[in-house]
């Protein structure tokens, strides 16, 4: 086991030796040169496709996060959006309660107001037929 400092850890973390090393590599005494090694022992033209290939891949990895930042913020402000439209939606539906419960009052007192009008024409119709029969008795007598 080969220990693996953490700077935020006191004690080192004992690692098998298999992370350190590849499927291929041995932990043999002869040191193997790893690839910025060789790169910056290597020609310039070399080096020169190293820097840009690293280049290349450090620029595609921001422009991920990029997007990927760009994403979260968009589901962030839709969901902070959506919240936004049920709370209305819910303020909305409270108004149209209030209105239809409104409504059914009146409709209520309407319905006691008509029932009290054909009553009021029943009378009347009534006192019609009354003062027609009055009319002709009256007439009668002045005969």
Request: with cysteine; glycine share 4%; charged share 20%.
């Amino acid at each position: 086991m080969r220990p693996f400092l953490f700077p935020w850890r006191k004690t080192p973390l004992l690692l098998p030796l298999c992370l350190f090393f590849g499927p291929r590599d041995s932990p043999s005494p002869v040191r193997r040169r790893s690839l910025v090694e060789i790169m910056a022992t290597g020609t310039p033209d070399s080096q020169a496709r190293f820097g840009q290939s690293v280049k290349g891949l450090l620029t595609e990895k921001v422009t991920t996060c990029g997007t990927d930042v760009i994403a979260l913020t968009k589901q962030v402000l839709k969901g902070s959006r959506s919240s936004e439209l049920l709370g209305q939606a819910a303020r909305n539906m409270v108004l149209q309660e209030d209105a239809i419960l409104h409504s059914e009052d009146s409709l209520r007192k309407m319905a006691i107001i008509t029932t009290h009008l054909q009553y009021q024409q029943e009378a009347i119709q009534k006192n019609v037929e009354q003062s027609s029969d009055l009319q002709d008795q009256l007439n009668h007598l002045l005969k």
